[in-house]
Structures are given as structure tokens and as C-alpha cells.
């Protein structure tokens, strides 16, 4: 939202500067996104009248102008306008000057050996218009020597403010100026409704047949306009704020919205067929909009349309062919109120913005149609002359009378700073509320608040222009002593893998919780999808985290990263509910190149489990009695034999890692192999509760012996079980068992692997004597043979 200190002045009376309004702005909680000066940018540029104009000598196209500046020094002038001649007065450029369209420096320089001391400047140079055929020509009486800034009255700071969607009061001048009188600055003036009755029925029907869309459509006709060109003071207060004059009725319509908040529209009756109509949209219609494009329309929208068909997606935009031109000279006014939940509706359809539907789908002021009216009308006939018709009020506005049962005290309570019951009153009273006191107030909703709802609503309007500032800060209550953790066993657990990840060289990444249909179709399609989503590539909430880091990996690729390492901890949404996951990938080179290693080393699955297993590890998780099983992700998403699963017994799966499949690595665009790792965090068990603290570790007297045994398995056999088979052979003796060789060639079996392990045994209170080795050889030979393992001969 943009307006003018002047422009403000028009609603607010007092002595009050640019500055006073932008921190009274920030103070009551209208955020001051800038505030530009057009007079700063037109600063060294100067009315002037040319003297003569002679023939440059070296360029057929340019002339040589001698110019007046006002200082009583004649300036030498080079340039190429075809307009530019003796007596022509425009506008000067003075060296040290820059201009605005382009940010380029002026200088006196020499242009095909002749000094020029300047520039004589066109429209678009100073990005007051498109016209560039020539320079500026003002009228003969212009002052010569006054700035050119002054001159076009151009010293009124512009202010841009970033209004919060509750409220859509503020969307016009006036309801900034409301609350800035409410917050001490200056004093609201009172809007001045001319008194308008209107001549006979309007020359054009005006009715709705969508009541649920469009409650209410008043309008009237006007005859014998003269849509010229708007007045000067009007033109100059839409273009600052960046809107382009077209003509005086569309000007007057612009002006109106963004001055009251209050969209319009003004029809050409001459392009009007039978009765102006508020409808619903039928299947198959189209209109082309006042942006040159064509919308396709459904039944769910609502259409301001004649017998001829639609001419105006209501309360977004009009139609391209039922617009007001040069020669109009009859009008239909239409001032309506559209519900606002159909016009958002409709514009996400469309994919359709507009100033008014901005107004429209945050909910204008119901009660204020007939006010409108009449502003709109005295404009145009202020301006544009004419004849008004009375208004017909078709529909019913949706004005319902609305208090708030309120307790001055909640502004203590539940906003934190104690105001004075007459401080709160006059403050509501002077945003335009009742307030009628006793034990319990009643508050009476003005109309052009919709998002007021309840007594907290109440609150925070008081303390806001009160001063968010005064409220003191005051600690929150304590309890004498350490202070207990305040952490959960979630937040905990993610903080350790977190810094587990970290750790070990990992990159933390933080991605979007919503990805495309196409990026999770890999992973069996999203469980939830989103009705709005703000674009067709963040609709559908991941079901998994591996969408997001092969998208990332994909990027880093592109951008030379040889080597990836990332991490991300968040939720996957799945149909049942989120489940809190930790997802980490590795692409590229484990090892990079180098006289010792020679040629670059990727990462494996293995990397992937011995990552894995360390998170594990560091979550608390038993890992010497994880199982390694297959996978268990839907559709393609897993290398067929280069990944698994850690689980805690057969049916609790921990984490699922190992080598992503060729085809999801391609459909994300990334090169080479990838590995990854899922670990489930809510299938994590919890720490039990701590019991009695343990006696302190003691060291064991006796040294520790070392067994090895070979053992022919099957290929197929998991190494990982025959290691767990023989660690839980003998649980008092055996306090290690690790794998430390495979081969598989001559001397081995077809179909068979060689497996070595060593078995590591701890004495307790005395040596083992041969016989015991012998009875724990043996229940390892017996253990290995349960899984299918037999001792090499």
C-alpha cells in the first residue's frame, strides 16, 4: 500500500512530517517497508528555454542549442531531439545531474568535438511517461531556472507500507489516517459525502443472481460525459505510487480504491447488451481481461455479464472490450460487494492478481455502498460532467450490528501493561468503535473491521496504539535452585544425531517439507497433498527426505562439488502421521585423488552402514544385536542388493541404507552412484529409566585371549548373523566376536564363501585351562553351524 505525505494530509489534519508519520507507522504496527522522494531523483534538473538553435558541424542529426538556466549564463548544449529549436522551453539536465531512467552521470563532455554542458531531457529520460520522440515541452509561461522538481510539484514523499492481511481497513488512505489520528497523530477529518439524488431509473438494468457471491450490486448511470484527460493533482497522486493514467473515468475509479479502499467500476453503455448482471460463471465461458489475456471460467465463479455474455470477472478485473475510451459519453457506475472467501477462490484459479481483488477477498466495508456511490458520481461529474440517474441497491449487504463483550482489565492480563479504562475508551472510540461501559463493556464492531472477533481482538487494537513499546519486560517466574532441563527425550535424541552427523563430516541441510507430484511419485506418491499450494512444485508433502538432498546434491553437482556429504533431520508425512527421520546422502568421491591412493575413491554401501551404524550408536541404540535384512521402501527406490536394513529384532526397522537405485538418481539429475541412509528416530526405543547407579568400571585382572576360526557359509549367508551367532555362544566368556577376513576362489566351494572371525574370551577369576577353550571352541562350532556355517578343515 502507497501513498503521499499530501495525499495523507487530505485525511489528517495537524503538524506532522514525513518522518513523525513513518515511526508512528512502526509503532502501531504498520510496517514501513521505504519511503521515496520523487524531488531526490529530478535533483540538478532545471527549467530552461532555448535561445538558438544551430546545425552541429560534424553531425547531420544533431544540433548545437544555446540554453537559458535561469542564471543569466548562456550554456552550449548538444542534441539530437528532432523537436529541439529557438524558443522551445523543456527541461535541462545540469552536469552532476542523474538520470533517472538509466543512473547514468551527466557531464560536461565533448560530443563530436563540441562542449555540451548538459542534456535537454524527454519524458522517458525522467521516467515521467513512455514518449521519447523528442524532448519536453513545456507551456511558454514555465519559470526558467526554477527546478524542475518544484515545478511539477513533485516534493511529496511517497510511503510504502506492508499491510498485514487482517487488515483490510488499511488498504485505502483514509484508513491510515484513522489510525494514525487514533494514535495521536493529527486529527481524522471528516469524509465528505456529496449529496448526489440522480435524475429518473438508471438507462441500464442492474440486478444479481448470485446473492452467495455478490449479497449486493448498486449502480447508476450517467449521461453526456466527456472522458478527457484527469486533472493534474489526481494524475500526479496515481503515478507516484506507480499506477499509469489511462483516462479521467478510469482514473477517478483507481483513485477512489486506493483513496477510500473501495473498488469500482465504470462500464462503456454504449458496449453493453440488456440488463448488467452479478452470476454465476457458465461451464464453457471465457472473457478477455483488461491484461490482453483469456480466462477460461467455471461455475464457481462469479461474472459480471450482460445478454451479450461475461464482461468482468467480478471483483478481480474487467473486461478488455466493455472498457471506457475517448468516446464515451454514457456510463454505468457499479459499486458491489463481492463475498470475499469467491474472489480468493477465484484468483488462485485464475492465477489472476489485481489491486482489487487484493480489497476484495480481504473484505471491503459493507455498509459503505451507498457512500461510494455517491463519491464516485460527484468525481465524474466534477470532472467529466453528465447527467446522474438514481441508484437501484440490488441484494441485500451482509451489515449485521456485532459487539464484543470486553473487561478492561484483560489489557493486564493477557497484554501485559495496565492502561487507564478511559485511555482504552477513547482510543476504541477514536478507531471508530462504540463503546459502551459498565461492569463489562460492549464493544460495537464498526463495519470496515471484519477481523474482529473476540475480546483478545479488543486487546490488541488497545495496546497496539497505546505503544507495543511500553510494554515493560518482565521475567518469567523461576524456581529457587538449579533450573531443571526443560528438553524432551525427543529433543534430545535429535540433538545427539545432530551433532553425531555433524561430527563425522557431514553438511546440515535444511529443505522444503513439500516437493512436486513428479519427485514424490518415486517413493509411492504423498500421502497428503495441498488444496493452494502456492506453486505446482511444493504441492504434495514429502514422504520422504530423500527428495529434497538428491535435489540438492543435484544443484551442488552442477556447481563442481566433487564430494557430498549432507544431512537433514525433519518429518516424513505418511497416511498415517509424520514420523520424525534423519536422512543423510553421499555422492561423489569418498577419497579424492592422489599420489598415494592414485585415482579418486567413491563412496560404497558399506560407507552408507558404517554411517548408519554410528548414529545408532550415538541415538544409544544396542548395535552389536542389530539385524541386517532387506529393504522395505516402496517402488524403485533402493539398489537391489546394495542396500538393507538395521532392525532391533525382525519387525522393528531402525534405518534402511545403502546404494539409491540408478533410475531415482536419474529422475533427480545426478551423476554417478549415490548413497544414503534413512534412520527412523521414532522407532528409536526409548532410554529406560535410570535405576540404581552402577558400581565404577574396574578393569579385569586378566588379560583377554584371542581365538580365530575359519568358518565355509554359504554366499548368501549374512556375515552380521554368523558374528552375532557366535558373540552369543558363550555370553560369559565371549565378550567380542569380529569379522576379519571373506574369500571366496580356489579352495573354496562353489556357491560357498570363506568367513574368518576372531573370537575374543575374558577370563574372570582365574586362566582358562585348555579344556575350557576346548568346551567354548565348542559351543562356537555349534553356534556357527546353526546359521549354516561349517569349521574349515
Known sequence: MKLTLEWLRDHLDGDFTVEDVVA????????????????????????????????????????????DA???????????????????????????????????????????????????????????????????????????????????????PVIDISITPNRQDCMGVRGIARDLAAAGLGALKPLAVPAIEGEGAPATEIRTDDPEGCPAFYGRTIAGVANGTAPDWMRRRLEAIGQRSISALVDISNYVMFDLGRPSHIYDRAKLTGPLVARRAQEGESVTALNGKDYALTGTMTVIADDAGVHDIAGIMGGEHSGCSEATTDVLLEIAYFTPERIALTGQALALTSDARSRFERGVDPAFLDEATAIVTGHILSICGGTPSAITRAGTPPVEPRTIAYDPALAETLGGIAIPAERQRDILEALGFGVETGGVWRIAVPSWRRDMDGPADVVEEVTRIHGFDAIPSTPLPRADGVARPTATPDQLLERRLRRAAAAAGYHEAVTWSFVSDREAAPFGGGGWSLANPISEDLKVMRPSLLPGLLSAAARNRNRGADSIRLFEIGRRYLADAEHPTLALLMAGDKR???????????????????????????????????????????????????????????????????????????????????????????????????????????????????????????????AADLVRAIRGADKTAIVDARLFD????????????????????????????????????????????????????
Open 24 to 67: 508512528t507507522l512502526n509503532r502501531i504496527g504498520h510496517e514501513v517497508e521505504g519511503v521515496e522522494n520523487p524531488a531526490e531523483r529530478l535533483a540538478g534538473f532545471r527549467i530552461a528555454k532555448v535561445l538558438t538553435a544551430e546545425k552541429h558541424p560534424q553531425a547531420d542529426k544533431l544540433q548545437v542549442l544555446t540554453v
Open 70 to 156: 535561469g542564471d543569466g549564463t548562456p550554456l552550449q548544449v548538444v542534441c539530437g531531439a528532432p523537436n529541439a529549436r529557438a524558443g522551445l522551453v523543456g527541461v535541462l539536465g545540469t552536469p552532476g545531474a542523474v538520470v533517472p531512467a538509466n543512473g547514468m552521470e551527466l557531464k560536461v563532455s565533448a560530443i563530436r568535438g563540441v562542449t555540451s554542458n548538459g542534456m535537454m531531457c524527454s519524458v522517458r529520460e525522467l521516467e515521467l511517461g513512455d514518449e521519447h520522440d523528442g524532448i519536453i515541452e513545456l507551456p511558454a509561461d514555465a519559470p526558467v531556472g526554477t527546478a524542475f522538481a518544484d515545478y511539477q510539484q513533485a516534493n511529496d
Open 592 to 718: 579424492a585423488r592422489s599420489w598415494q591412493a592414485g585415482k579418486a575413491v567413491p563412496f560404497d554401501a558399506f560407507d552408507a552402514k558404517a554411517a548408519a551404524l554410528a548414529l545408532l550408536d550415538a541415538a544409544g541404540v544396542p548395535t552389536d544385536r542389530l539385524q541386517v535384512m532387506e529393504t522395505v521402501s516402496e517402488g524403485a527406490v533402493w539398489h537391489p542388493g546394495q542396500s538393507a536394513t538395521l532392525r532391533l529384532g525382525p519387525k522393528t526397522v531402525l534405518a534402511e541404507f545403502g546404494a539409491l537405485h540408478p533410475a531415482l538418481t536419474r529422475h533427480f539429475d545426478v551423476d554417478g552412484p549415490v548413497m544414503a541412509v534413512q534412520l527412523f528416530m521414532d522407532a528409536v526405543p526409548a532410554k529406560r529409566a535410570s535405576g540404581p547407579a552402577r558400581a565404577a568400571y574396574t578393569p579385569p585382572a586378566l588379560q583377554s585371549v584371542r581365538r580365530d576360526f575359519a568358518f565355509l557359509a554359504p554366499e548368501t549367508l549374512a
Open 742 to 793: 571373506r574369500f571366496a576362489g580356489a579352495g573354496v566351494p562353489d556357491g560357498q564363501v570363506s568367513l574368518a572371525v576372531e573370537v575374543e574370551l575374558q577370563p574372570q577369576d582365574k586362566s582358562f585351562t585348555e579344556a575350557e577353550l576346548k568346551a567354548i571352541a565348542d559351543k562356537v562350532v555349534a553356534a556357527a553351524a546353526k546359521v549354516g556355517a561349517v569349521l574349515r578343515g
